[in-house]
């Protein structure tokens, strides 16, 4: 008998599967006899008709469900003749693939209601050479309308079947067919069918169906939901045309298990199945890319995939993609190969992913002779509807990989190249385990579309990462390596680059010794971010050193910086360059004398320094705002403040206290409360600020802190110290 139309465990189930008919139109049901008459399968179908619950049917004789004499026959039964007579043999033929013309039969139903039925019967041959008999019955309309309507209408309901039905025997060959699947293959409305796999699926890929159809014939586990592609064949008006079929597909058998053939159930899910691509792609619109981060990139396009698309994904990159670790050409090979990847994304459908043969971050071996070289090196992809996984296979030379396939029950696999801009930068991998379909071209181009967004994101976060990181190493290299205050303050400080897309800022500090036991604090902030921001910095930074050696007020000094500013931008108009940069920045000088506990400040654009008294009392110095350096205007203005001994000087950038969400006053505010509760170990204060004023674990900006301690001495200082923290 057949086995319920369930879903296997290794089937996909889709909840629009078709078992109970589509918006009230009858499906068929199916049974099968042998020649006595005996049933030996009872569908799904044939229960929902006529009541009959397989194990009260499967063994009996089929003459017990028959309410008379039937219409359509010439010796008053369409059953076996040993049953009913040798009028059997005539209105079924003789023919091992004859299929007998449609008959209406009357039969009884489990409640004692008389049905009639459109009968179809066709010769079935089963795994033992013995012939049995394939029927199909069709629920007819009742009363009146059932007399007046006769064989047209009756003709017009099945071909307005949205099914297209079709059964198989043992060999896979054709032996019955509905209206629906008729028009599909092409084959006329009466013709008798009997045709080969090939032939009957004309259109189709046979590589992705006919594993199917063999697997369910061999383990009898049904599959519903199973999608297939059918391009209509010819060069006809109509050739080219494309349909997606959803289809159930049943083993027949008889009550010991024993294979009589296939049954397929299909539906027209074109609409549905380019919805759900055309929603695939949208989602990875959304969901691949969201950052500049290479890995997080990886990972996105693997958990998109699946399960959607796979039951088990990775992400690869090769070394064009740099993720830090010891450079690939340089890592001896190893069991399973040479290292050529290092893995960056991993998802599966199994909780811990037992298919990965490497983790996140790990690098990746390969054979030399494998599909993951020819994929690199050829620059196209690879697909393998089921795995070849014999001993000739590239995997005899990976038997760490071949065993986890074994386990794992990996039979389906596509490997499809990550390129940009000319770069091959890694290769993605989709594997179907649970889903018992084999990849088809359709899934390739799918897969392949989706390699292509996830490619342009790979790459934009690659030279993002790149040029980041030239920008930090050049940061890094102008910026203090350490900062010193002497006897004159005590000094503590941090600086955190941004996570910005554009990059680094220009953000600098420094600490700068003065004749007479004085010292200078600067903290500036370059316009714009990347390579050019940070060259900028160590540019006016030098300078500032430069100037401070001329024992400069402040305000007087940052005319002179702005002057050098104005410079550099005349330099860059006369490069030739069509956008030439504008260099500008803001900055604050101030410069503290022990001796007389008086701090000079001068503001070029800056935010305003905070000081707080010994007893925590914060206050703002009253210091003109001024102009940006770069603009040429040299408009800046010198404050005196004297501060008792003890007080903190607390310079900073934007970055600390401005973000998308909240403006500088209250950013201010914010840092004014910090300070009030602020520890006495300048180092531990530091980290306290930055971690109550950062309200995301990544700054939106780059942010420079320095806070001074000041002390006082007598008149006659030590003039011989270092004039900068470098």
């Known amino acids: 008998m057949t086995r319920p139309a369930d879903v296997g465990p290794g089937a996909e189930q889709r909840p629009d599967a078709p078992s109970h008919g589509i918006r009230g139109l009858p499906a068929p049901a199916v049974a099968v006899i042998d020649g006595d008459g005996t049933v ?77 039925v459109q009968l179809e019967t066709s010769a079935l041959t089963g795994a033992d050479g013995e012939r049995c008999w394939l029927l199909a019955a069709t629920d007819m309309p009742d009363g009146d309308a059932r007399q007046k309507a006769g064989e047209p209408a009756v003709r017009a309901l099945l071909d307005r079947s949205p099914f297209s039905v079709a059964v198989w025997d043992t060999r896979l060959r054709c032996v019955w067919l509905n209206q629906a699947s008729r028009r599909t293959v092409g084959l006329p409305p009466d013709g008798r069918p009997g045709l080969l796999l090939r032939e009957a699926l004309r259109g189709f890929d046979l590589a992705a169906v006919e594993p199917v159809m063999r697997g369910v014939l061999a383990s009898g ?61 949208s989602r990875a619109a959304r969901r691949v890319g969201t950052t500049l981060d290479v890995m997080t990139t990886a990972q996105e396009l693997a958990d998109l995939a699946v399960p959607s698309l796979a039951d088990y994904a990775t992400v690869d990159l090769a070394e064009s993609v740099p993720l830090g670790g010891e450079p690939l050409e340089r890592m001896r090979p190893g069991d399973s190969g040479i290292p050529v990847f290092r893995r960056a994304g991993l998802a599966s459908i199994h909780e811990g992913a037992p298919e990965a043969a490497f983790a996140r ?13 020819y994929v690199l090196h050829h620059r196209e992809s690879h697909v393998e509807p089921v795995m070849d996984t014999g001993s000739g296979s590239w995997l005899a030379g990976d038997p760490r990989r071949a065993r986890i396939i074994h386990e794992t029950g990996m039979h389906s ?17 989709f594997v179907r385990t649970e889903n018992v379909a084999p990849y088809s071209r359709d899934d390739l181009l799918l897969a392949e579309e989706l390699a292509v967004h996830a490619s342009l994101s790979l790459d934009n976060a690659r030279r993002y990462t790149r040029e980041r990181a030239a920008a930090l190493a050049l940061q890094r290299s102008l910026l203090p390596g350490a900062l010193s205050g002497g006897n004159t303050v005590e000094l503590g400080w941090r600086y955190l680059p941004s996570d910005r897309h554009e990059g680094v800022g220009g953000d600098w500090l420094d ?46 000094l940052l005319v002179h910086l702005d002057e050098v500013a104005t410079q550099l931008t005349g330099e860059a108009a006369r490069s030739g360059d069509p956008a030439p940069p504008m260099v500008g920045a803001t900055c604050i000088y101030a410069v503290y004398d022990p001796a007389t506990r008086v701090c000079s400040f001068a503001r070029a654009g800056h935010p305003p320094p905070l000081l707080v008294s010994p007893d925590g009392q914060v206050t703002t110095p009253d210091t003109p705002a001024g102009t940006l350096i770069g603009v040429g205007l040299g408009s800046f203005e010198s ?36 300070l009030r509760h602020a520890p006495s170990e300048l180092d531990d204060l530091c980290s306290q600020v930055i971690t109550e004023m ?17 002390r006082v001495v007598g008149p006659t200082m030590n003039t011989s110290e270092p004039r900068s923290g470098i």
Do not use: Y
Request: hydrophobic share 40%; glycine share 12%.
């Open 511 to 556: 600490a700068i010794h003065l004749p007479g036991g004085r010292i200078a604090l600067v903290v500036g902030d370059v316009i714009g971010h990347g390579i050019n921001a940070a060259a900028t910095m160590g540019r006016l930074r030098t300078a500032v050193l430069t100037l401070a050696a001329l024992d400069l007020p402040p305000a007087e």
């Open 361 to 373: 971050g790990e690098p990746v071996f390969v054979p030399p002779e494998s599909p993951f070289l």
């Open 413 to 429: 696999v596509m490997m499809v190249p990550l390129m940009a801009r000319g770069t091959i930068l890694g290769i993605a991998v």
């Open 40 to 116: 030996l399968a009872w569908a799904d179908g044939a229960r929902q008709l006529l009541g009959h619950r397989a194990e009260d049917v499967v063994g009996r004789p089929a003459v017990r469900l028959l309410a008379g004499r039937q219409e359509g026959t010439e010796g008053g039964s369409c059953l076996p003749p040993r049953a009913h007579g040798p009028a059997w043999r005539e209105w079924t033929g003789e023919h091992e693939h004859e299929q007998r013309p449609r008959a209406l039969v009357d039969v009884r139903h489990r409640d004692g209601r008389i049905l009639r």
């Open 221 to 281: 586990e049904p599959v519903t939901g199973h999608e297939a592609r059918w391009v209509s064949p010819g060069g006809g008006r109509g050739a080219g045309r494309e349909v997606v079929f959803s289809s159930t597909l049943i083993r027949l058998e008889r009550a010991d298990g024993t294979p009589l053939g296939l049954c397929t159930v299909s539906t027209d899910i074109t609409q549905r199945w380019t919805r759900e691509r055309m929603a695939l792609m």
């Open 639 to 674: 404050v005196d403040v004297e501060l008792p001994e003890g007080s903190l000087i607390v310079l900073f950038t934007d970055g600390l206290i401005e973000t998308r969400s909240s403006d500088i006053d209250a950013g201010l505010d914010r840092l004014a409360t910090a």
């Open 694 to 710: 950062a309200t995301t674990s990544k700054p939106e900006d780059d942010i420079a802190l320095l806070v001074a301690r000041t």
